[in-house]
């Protein structure tokens, strides 16, 4: 599922589906970003990124990258 702009006049607030948040070692949200082509199954490379959540509405929830690069059109991991 792509990450998409909640606001094109914010920068840096995205939304992604709260089904993409996981819970980090600290209690900390997280969403796994896909890196290269998500074809390659369970082969594909994925990397962390802890985000700060948003408001949430419609299965979404607005996501601000704290540590970590996450941008409209990255490709995160749902449902694993």
Known sequence: IEAAAADPSVRGVLFVPIAALTA????ESRVEVV???PRDGERAQTRMV???????????VEVTATDGDLG?????VVGR
């Open 72 to 76: 409209e059109g990255d490709l995160v």
């Open 50 to 60: 802890v985000v700060e959540t948003g408001l949430a509405a419609g299965g979404q």
């Open 24 to 27: 980090g070692p600290g209690g």
């Open 35 to 37: 890196e290269g082509d």
